[in-house]
């Protein structure tokens, strides 16, 4: 079972910048891909941002040119860059890590106990 252990979310003023982490209890070689969710108040959970094994990364349109995905696997970690941060990024943010079965098409996914982002304007 793949454990998923997040810190880096806080407080901070629009404009300003966040980084949040996510160490993995597998090498992140063997994950098909990394993700970064988040939640904001009486919303539905979304996705952020996708780093794959091989490295490519994808981003939801509204964060494009302000976050971005990273990866160190000597640490077995994932990063989230947050710069130049909104009042409407505010919400809680989750790792989520998708690991490959014995069926080439099957996968298990994993998920983070979350990190809260609060955003003051």
């Known amino acids: 079972q793949v454990q998923l252990v997040e810190s880096g979310g806080g407080l901070m003023q629009a404009g300003g910048s966040l980084t949040l982490s996510c160490t993995s209890s597998e090498s992140i070689l063997y994950l098909n891909s990394m993700n970064w969710y988040r939640q904001a108040p009486g919303s539905q959970r979304e996705l952020v941002a996708t780093i794959t094994s091989v490295g490519s990364t994808m981003y939801a349109n509204f964060v494009k040119g302000r976050f971005t995905i990273s990866r160190d696997l000597d640490k077995n970690t994932v990063y989230l860059r947050m710069n130049s941060l909104k009042p409407e990024d505010t919400g809680i943010y989750y790792c989520?890590?998708?690991?490959?079965?014995?069926?080439?098409?099957?996968?298990?996914?994993?998920w983070g106990q979350g990190t809260q982002v609060t955003v003051s304007s």
């Open positions: 989520h890590a998708i690991k490959p079965t014995r069926d080439p098409v099957g996968s298990i996914a994993y």
